[in-house]
């Protein structure tokens, strides 16, 4: 049987040959396929397919891919997301070619096609076999995920496949992400023949965890620079990487570092370095000259949503740090924009003025117990005394108000009035939340968290609460009895909040 009674065979009414091509007509479609173009007829794919918001131009990449790399084969499957969602996509898996020192290999990988490609950029993995170790860098994290500056600056048509595979191969051969597994030290060349006749099976895939405490500080300006030398002078972490943000009205100052050449900084403009971090502070802020509150804060908004997103794909299990303003509502839209879980979004909120009450009523008052500044970071917030004391194994809870507590934190709170939150003063207790986090240190700090459910709040604001944060992020204390006063304020902030960000455009 011929080619041709094989295709009528399976149902086309109409076959003729037209320019080089065969045309077909199938229920009621006229297709053109060209003798190498990528199968997408199976009902799997096209069920999927049959999903993508952009089905025709999808299609139109995907045999463009086809024609330049017929070695990547799509196929459908189930892709699991960092909030434990799923959705049915396609992926292109093969190998891709790289030349280093004289030899060439192939390195396979494997795309996430979402479904609003091509508009939308892929996610690019490596998939070693058994016998492959990832060489974490610049542009592949310890988990295999691949960052390029392609991938981070995604603007289709200009952007596409095709273009992102040409950068990947000269990415991957001036840093070869893989190499051999061996008992001595691997090497990049050390990848023979296993790799270049490389099978694509399913599954070979093999992870390690990283161990490095990265840290990446997002946004110039004073408060980021105080942040990092904070964060150094603590001790805590082996790498740490300053993005300065063009668009930050808080810029500047990445390049006195790149002069003075501090140990472990590394400075960039492109998101992408910082990939892998274990903590994201991000200090960026964009003020405009809008006279209403509201179009003030739209404008940092406007700067997270190209911000945030690219934070969380290149960090998924990174605690986000915000330090923007106003930290609280900043916090909420981080929250929004990086779909990471609420217990890994936290903000400096009210921890200095907590860690200033504290100070002072046990340094000061001799009270010797723990205390925190809770609610919005604003004149509502108000200060609550541990039911405990200092260095007990107990866990520790609010107190209930009482008349022997009250005035204690209320000359405590009059004391620090005049101290005012300055860039070195905000950095310091950037730093010390940051080392918590590193070290797993399991301290409780008063930090901007989701409040809904907590002492009764119903409604889905950010505020400064009572944490216990350590490597997978915050664990909110139990909700104490506050008197009718501090209780009237936190009413107050809730319903400020949730009427601001009803305004915004998230």
Known sequence: MTDLQSLRKCGYTQVYPSGGQIQLHLRGYRRHFSPNEMDLRSEKIQRILSKYKFHDVAVEELNKINRIHPEMKAIPDTYTFSDSTQKDLLKLIGNIPVK??????????QLW???SFPFTPPICLLRPTNNMVIREGKHVDAKGRIH???LHGWDYPKSSVV????EMIAKFEEDPPLSAKSSGESQPHDLLAFVSNLHINEGDARHHDQSTNKVSVIGGGDLGMASVLSILAKGSVDKLV???????????????LEIFSLPKVEISRDFSASAGSKVVVVTANAWSSEQSYVSVVQTNVDLYRGIIPHLARYSPNAVLL???QPVDIMTHV???????????????????DSERLAHTLDITLNTHKQAWVIGELSNNKVPVMSSIGLGSNAQPEIAQGSGSTKPLLDRAFEMMKNRGQRSWSVGLSIADITNTILTDRTKIHSVSTLALGWGGIGAEVFLSLPCVLGSKGSTRLAGGTLGQEEDGKLKDSITSLSDLMTQLKI
């Open 100 to 109: 280093y020192e004289g030899r060439s290999y192939n390195f396979p990988i």
């Open 113 to 115: 096609l979402m479904d």
């Open 148 to 150: 390029l500056p392609g």
């Open 163 to 166: 273009v992102l595979l040409s």
């Open 242 to 256: 300053f993005i300065d943000v063009a668009e930050s009205s808080t810029k500047c100052g990445s390049t006195d």
């Open 322 to 324: 915000i330090a923007s």
């Open 334 to 352: 981080a929250w929004k924009q990086s779909g990471l879980p609420p217990t890994r979004v936290i903000g400096v909120g009210c921890n200095l």
